[in-house]
């Protein structure tokens, strides 16, 4: 069986591992040779984001692009909310025209993130990557139809994603390594733990997932 890693910047080639490994367009060089998720990040707005959505608008209908993102509303940074918006909003037709999943980065914006579900009527999954919020925000994405991914933060035990992992439906549960070192072994199994569940049946569960929120 093997682990499912949904969101992760390296690529690791673990035999045992299947992963989605996220491609930044207007910052990475080369498109992942496996299983991949393209996106603008709110962190690399730039200067020319029109040129930078015709890029990605070029990559996304690639067989091997899995998912729209990472993309997203970040609070942490200079970049005006309003244009940030704008952009996510553009990704997010792009991945209804597809059909394709969105990958989500959500700092401090998540009343803005559900509002904007809501508005745009989205039909597409749409996954919380990195989640390591309070269970009240936690609770407000599950009820509006998110998905929620959660990695290194299981590695401590009073951390928030740890707190939450036990409220988030296994239907809409993923896992992921991100941009730590941590392997997707060590994030199974502190979820396993957490949700006292077989690595193996965990795994199960995650492919299960992963095939229906594909189609
Ligand atoms: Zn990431």
Same mark, same amino acid.
Request: net charge positive.
């Given at each position: 069986m093997q682990y499912l890693n949904i969101h992760t910047h390296l690529s690791t080639g673990n035999p045992d591992e299947i992963s989605v490994q996220n491609f930044i367009v207007g910052k990475d060089e080369t498109i992942p040779r496996g299983l991949f998720s393209a996106g603008i990040h709110p962190w690399y707005l730039g200067e020319n984001v029109d040129s930078l959505l015709e890029k990605l608008s070029k990559i996304v209908p690639n067989s091997n692009c899995f998912a729209v993102g990472e993309c997203g509303l970040d609070r942490n940074i200079d970049t005006d909310l309003s @244009?940030?918006?704008?952009?996510f909003t553009q990704q997010i037709q792009l991945a209804e025209s597809l059909q394709k999943p969105v990958i $989500?980065?959500? $700092?401090?914006?998540?009343?803005? @993130?559900?509002? =904007?579900? #809501? #508005?745009?009527k989205v039909s597409v999954p749409m996954l919380v990557h990195g989640f390591n919020n309070n269970l009240q925000i936690c609770e407000? @994405? +599950?009820?509006? *139809?998110?998905? +929620?991914? =959660? *990695?290194?933060?299981? =590695? #401590?035990?009073d951390s928030n994603a740890s707190k939450a992992i036990k409220k988030i439906p296994i239907k809409q549960l993923f896992l992921e390594t991100d941009d730590k070192n941590h392997t997707i072994e060590t994030i199974f199994m502190a979820a396993s733990e957490h949700l006292g569940l077989g690595i193996s049946q965990l795994q199960a569960l995650m492919l299960e997932s992963f095939s229906s929120f594909k189609s």
């Open positions: @244009l940030q918006t704008q952009v $989500v980065h959500c $700092v401090r914006a998540f009343p803005e @993130l559900i509002a =904007l579900k #809501k #508005k745009l407000q @994405l +599950i009820s509006n *139809g998110f998905y +929620i991914s =959660l *990695g290194s933060a299981l =590695l #401590k035990s």
